[in-house]
């Protein structure tokens, strides 16, 4: 039955901002994620070149090698403003709380069999770090990249990345102690291992160009390391034998890459239609990171896996090889 | 069962800072001067980034929590209010003004200051800073579109709000607040945390935010008013992080100390004249006053501030010798802006007015040494010719100050019959400035302020017409010209609030609203 309440109406005089209107072919009322992110960020008369970059305007589109005619072609697919990506996240931290309890309040901890409880730490603690990489680089991305359509979802993936550094952080103390944390830094300081993986996260710490540097971290480095450890090693083959639990802890993370990858590939799509020199760019970048990347992630693949690490490796690439052409860039 | 009872557990302070500074390590495979190239230049020595107290202590699953119940809240007012036609329960429609100065000046930089703590948040080599700064970034690009989101309303409404982001870059007025914050982000990453974090965030921020909001809520603006408050507790982590921030320089080596404390002094002074905008709000703006100018800054400032600085006096430093020149400007400022404005109001995008008498009569009482005697006469002269229809519009552009940008409307310290100039040759050019304090900061980095974008200038080189435009052209009407080029409508967005489509909509709406007609 439909009730019908009265309020006064009145007619508006328009029914958004004017350069939003601009956006999106008129004058008709936009979203919450259009008003507040089209042409969020200055574009001119700048006062001041940054001292510490006096080579470049404050937001500048020559810090990268990529170029748009129009940098607001980027669409997030998620919509995210900060309301609407805050309330995503509330709720998959509601989920990742209750699977803690869950597993917490059943003592399914130390309930796993002592060789894999091992195992998940050997490989889950040290990646905090690789988190933390990302937190870092991500804030690169949002700092020096242009227009906010490309550099808003930056602050939310650094942040993500920091809260998943804390709940791997979790994972070691609830399935081991501080010390734990502390072996799993010693592991990524030393062992043979890690170095790899170390080198590359150091390496992705100095790159300039932040167009690249989402390459390297969001597109080639997350997109082998999720499938190899979350989806892969952790909700299949520790499943397998026994670490349900630990696929409760992880489902954050396993969530989260299902989410954010939509953005990455909707920003490869959108760079690579843009001009066939940002395609071959794109190219360029992805398959040298993706090398790196899977060379890095091979021997800490190797730790769990000690028949068929190549096989599961090689799966992971093509499966990513596969997601990339998907979005234009072939490799 | 038995590794239960011999597990470690870790304390509050541990826990957080094994999920954050814990998650850090010293790189092998890059330089750390690489990885953190700009935090030598600026000459300020850190010698251990573990010295550094978390200010307080969010897990990002904490923050998640916190903020997005906080939205829910805010946007379910934002919508409600919207429904029924909130905005015609403002006190009137003069109201809406402050917040067409809202969208257009400070909405702006907080979507800097979100970018500007992206920034420092990368580049400082202490873990427990460099998250600090990354929330606060984050709180920024919340700040920035919660306000465009609650004055959307508004921009349907009314005009002066439609192109709040394009004219932020270009109108004269709102170079001041740009350049402020431009002058931030390009300063080192040190001196940013001291111009934002502490001198703006923490010592001047009362009189920026909460003037709006208490006027917001003082007139009836629900919207305004709920994301103000609804910034609250954000605003209470930025101050804590302000604060932690100077303490921590000031403990790590003794020679930091004059640096900071020719950053306090310098942004002081900017913020300062910045908020210039805040005290004609404060004191001609707002229908319903909440308190004026004069009394916020003694109460803010120099109640609250002084006892700051107190505590600071520890570490060596003194209250910015500036706040003796403010002291004296205090009776004067709001009076002298409004004045000017009431001149520029064709280049303006909000409505003037000459204040009611029982508004004169506020003014007199909150001003006893100035008002009667310096400002009620000019307003009341003003008044009559626009009854004779005589308004006046200055179409003549003014001497801008180099620094502050804020035309050369301030009178000499101490005496407010006599425009206040100072000047300064530099490379063969000469260079213009509101006062001692404006001069001086030219003079310790005139490289960096010989850039200024200064409005008045661009529109005299032919720069702030519409692309083009030919200025030699048969009846060339220069400001038609230049309003085009910031997207201003003549006749809708500027001129006096009197006999604006403004006033008229916000009647005959509110008569539809409280009458049956």
Known sequence: MHIDLRTVTIKPLRHTYDHVARRIGGDKPASRYQEGTFDLQATANFHYRPTWDPEHEIFDTGRTAIRMADWYAFKDPRQFYYGAYTLARAKQQDTAEANFEFVESRGLAQALPVELKEAVLRVLVPL??????????????????????????????????????????????????????????????????????????????????????????????????????????????????GGTAVAMLTQFMTDWFGETRKWVDATVKTAAAESAGNKALLEQWTRHWRDRAAAALLPVARQVLSDNADSVMSDVVVQFNTRLAKAGVAI | MDMQATKKKLGLKERYQVMTRGLDWTPSYQKMEDIYPYVAYEG????????????????????????????????????????????????????????????????????????????????????????????QSLDEIRHAQTQIHALSNYNKHYNGLHEFRHMHDRV???????????????????????????????????????????????????????????????????????????????????????????????????????????????????????MSWKEAWEVYFEENGGALFKDLARYGITMPKCAETIALEKDHLSHQAWGTF??????????????????????????????????????????????????????????????????????????????????????????????????????????????????????????????????????????????????LEFGRDNLDFEGSEDQKNFDTWRGMATKNV
């Open chain 1, 128 to 241: 905090r770090h690789v988190a933390w990489g990302s937190n870092m680089n991500n804030a690169s991305i949002c700092a020096y990249g242009y227009g906010t359509a490309f550099t808003q979802p930056c602050v939310y993936q650094s942040m993500d990345q920091l809260g998943i550094a804390q709940y791997l952080t979790r994972v070691g103390l609830l399935l081991g102690d501080p010390d734990t944390l502390d072996e799993g830094k010693r592991a990524w300081m030393e062992d043979d291992a890690w170095q790899g993986l170390r080198r590359y996260v150091e390496d992705t710490f100095v790159l300039k160009d932040p167009f690249e540097l989402h390459v390297a971290q969001n597109v080639a480095l997350d997109g082998l390391l999720y499938p190899l450890v979350f989806e892969t090693l952790i909700d299949d083959v520790l499943s397998s034998r």
């Open chain 2, 44 to 135: 300020i020595k850190i010698h251990d980034w573990d010295k550094w107290e978390d200010p307080f202590r969010l897990t990002m699953d904490a923050y998640w929590k916190y903020q997005a119940e906080k939205e829910r809240k805010l946007y379910a007012i934002i919508d409600a209010y919207a429904q029924n036609n909130g905005h015609l329960s403002v006190t009137d429609a003069r109201y809406i003004n402050t917040v067409k100065l809202f969208l257009t000046g400070v909405s702006p930089l907080e979507y800097m200051a979100h970018r500007g703590f992206a920034h420092a948040g990368r580049q400082f080599p202490g873990a427990g800073p460099r998250v600090a700064c990354l929330m």
């Open chain 2, 342 to 487: 009431y001149n520029y109001g064709a280049a303006a995008a909000f409505h003037t007015w000459v204040p009611e008498k029982d508004e004169m009569d506020w003014l007199a009482a909150k001003y006893p040494e100035s008002f009667d005697k310096y400002y009620r006469p000019r307003l009341e002269y003003w008044r009559e010719q626009a009854a004779k229809g005589n308004r006046f519009y200055n179409k003549t552009l003014p001497m801008l100050c180099q620094t502050c940008q804020i035309p050369m409307l301030f009178t000499e310290p101490g005496d407010p019959t006599k425009i206040c100039y100072r000047e300064v040759d530099y490379k063969d050019n000469k260079y213009h400035f509101c006062s001692d304090h404006c001069k001086e900061i030219f003079e310790h980095e005139p490289e960096k302020y010989i850039q200024s974008w200064l409005p008045v200038h661009q529109i005299y080189q032919g720069n702030c017409f519409p692309e083009g435009t030919d200025p030699t052209g048969e009846g060339f009407d220069p400001l038609a010209a230049v309003l085009q080029y910031y997207h």
């Open chain 2, 172 to 290: 004269w007025y709102l170079s001041v607040p740009k350049s402020f914050f431009d002058d931030a982000v390009t300063a080192g990453p040190f001196e940013f945390m001291v111009a934002i974090g502490f001198s703006f965030e923490y010592v001047l921020t009362n009189l920026l935010f909460v003037p709006f909001v208490s006027g917001a809520a003082y007139n009836g603006d629900m919207s305004t008013m709920t994301f103000g408050f609804s910034a609250q507790s954000d605003e209470a982590r930025h101050m804590t992080l302000g604060l932690e921030v100077i303490k921590f320089i000031l403990e790590q080596d003794p020679a930091n100390l004059p640096i900071v404390q020719r950053w306090i002094d310098k942004w002081t002074w900017r913020g300062y004249r910045v908020l210039t905008l805040v005290a004609m709000m404060m004191d001609y703006m707002l229908p319903k006053r909440t």
